[in-house]
């Protein structure tokens, strides 16, 4: 299993561009999610699924959307990049196991987004 | 007071030595509970999670106090391999384990 993957693993865009940020995981995980991280800061949710079809905000959503079409893949998208989403993006999974509170949440490699 | 927080560090300690890292937490309805490893420019692993009667896994323990909020990571015999950036998790109350808050982690550098 590749686990959770992400693509790509740098970017630089400028101000007013528009990307996707790819994440997809091989473990039939119902539940993914996207982060970001800035120094100094934890981990902040920008948004989440709890399965096909099915996404809802986090933390921190303004500036992204998100969709699920299916069970692997979870794309973030900046729809116009600002200096102020320069950080580091982690996609996470997780099984969805009904009752549990202790479900392991898997970590893709991140990407590296700078914006100027 | 801020949902998740840590003290930042760094903890600067010799090889073998034993280290204890605090973390309070302020939803007081928060049910799921985990310290997560994070290597530097690499993603957060998950070390341990926390359970109310304590519990170990060779040489980590951790400790969840619910009644001060408090969740604690003890290591002993300290390996170089143990520096890393040290993350306490909470889960938001109502989401189960899948809407998580994270602290900003606490850095541990193990010294020969």
């Known amino acids: 299993n590749a686990g959770v993957t992400q693509t790509p693993k740098f970017q630089v865009l400028k101000t007013g561009q528009s990307m996707t940020l790819q994440c997809a995981q091989d473990m039939n995980h119902e539940y993914m999610s996207w982060y970001r991280q800035d120094p100094g800061m934890g981990l902040r949710l920008i948004h989440y699924s709890v399965g096909a079809g099915i996404t809802d905000q986090g933390e921190v959503p303004n500036g992204y959307n998100v969709s699920r079409s299916t069970t692997e893949d979870f794309p973030l998208r900046l729809l116009s990049a600002a200096p102020s989403q320069t950080s580091v993006y982690f996609c996470?999974?997780?099984?969805?196991?009904?009752?549990?509170?202790?479900?392991?949440?898997?970590f893709g490699p991140g990407t590296r987004l700078t914006v100027l | 007071r801020k949902e998740v927080e840590q003290d930042p560090g760094p903890f600067n300690v010799p090889e073998g030595a034993t280290v204890a890292f605090n973390c309070t937490y302020s939803n007081s309805a928060s049910q799921s509970f985990f310290w997560y490893r994070q290597d530097c420019r690499k993603e957060p692993k998950l070390l341990m999670s926390?359970?109310?009667s304590g519990n170990e896994d060779g040489r980590f323990t951790a400790q969840l106090n619910r009644a001060s909020q408090y969740i604690s990571l003890l290591i002993r015999d300290s390996k170089l391999s143990d520096s890393a950036t040290y993350l306490c998790v909470v889960n938001r109350p109502g989401a189960g384990s899948y809407q998580l808050t994270f602290g900003k982690g606490t850095k541990l550098s193990v010294i020969p």
């Open positions: 996470a999974s997780s099984y969805s196991s009904p009752g549990s509170y202790y479900n392991e949440q898997f």
């Open positions: 926390v359970y109310s």
